[in-house]
T-cell receptor, first 116, second 113 residues
């Protein structure tokens, strides 16, 4: 499968615990995005990387959230001291960004997080 | 900040009826993209519109981008049960945020056979 993959697909954790999600983009894609989607809403942008550089972070991304893409390939999203409000689907997308406005983002299957 | 609104929130149709969802942005867009998300699935890219007044067709789906590049619509002719899902528009404003998509809240389509 050459699409975007995410791991794990589901995560149940207790409030206050730390969780880490992984995203593997399509291999030649230089841009990687994280979104969060809650029930009945569209995905909300969290952050994005061009290669290993994190170029933009949403105000939704509090200090408890950190994302990395150390070698410009896979990315991790960590949430520290989880809260019940963090329960959502975390989506990763990748694209071949070439400095134009015509890139297509391909989404992974998402990681569904439930904080008890 | 930029906002993208979609209407209606829900649409129930009988199989064979047409369906339209509308998308409006608070700011001028560089392009607009449409995605479909099946229940339990992830967003799947359908199409991208870039030019003012652009119209694109994919079989029974017709997509339009407004002249002012602030609104868009998706029209499905003669719906089928396979069209069930949530349809999202997502706008791109460009600048330094090349890929930062702002999604609408989606229109949930159900089709009764």
């Amino acid at each position: 499968d050459t699409g975007v993959s995410q791991d794990p697909r589901h995560k149940i954790t207790k409030r206050g615990q730390n969780v880490t999600f992984r995203c593997d983009p399509i291999s030649e894609h230089n841009r990687l995005y994280w979104y969060r989607q809650t029930l009945g809403q569209g995905p909300e942008f969290l952050t994005y990387f061009q290669n290993e550089a994190q170029l933009e972070k949403s105000r939704l991304l509090s200090d408890r959230f950190s994302a990395e893409r150390p070698k410009g390939s896979f990315s991790t999203l960590e949430i520290q001291r989880t809260e019940q409000g963090d329960s959502a689907m975390y989506l990763c997308a990748s694209s071949l960004g070439q400095g134009t406005y015509q890139e297509t983002q391909y989404f992974g299957p998402g990681t569904r997080l439930l904080v008890l | 900040g930029q906002q993208v609104m979609q209407i209606p929130q829900y649409q129930h149709v009988q199989e064979g009826e047409d369906f339209t969802t509308y998308c409006n942005s608070s700011t001028t867009l560089s392009n607009i993209q449409w995605y479909k998300q099946r229940p339990g699935g992830h967003p799947v890219f359908l199409i991208q519109l870039v030019k003012s007044g652009e119209v694109k067709k994919q079989k029974r789906l017709t997509f339009q981008f407004g002249e002012a590049k602030k609104n868009s619509s998706l029209h499905i002719t003669a719906t089928q049960t396979t069209d069930v899902g949530t349809y999202f528009c997502a706008g791109l404003t460009g600048g330094t945020s090349y890929g930062k998509l702002t999604f609408g809240q989606g229109t949930i389509l159900t089709v009764h056979p």
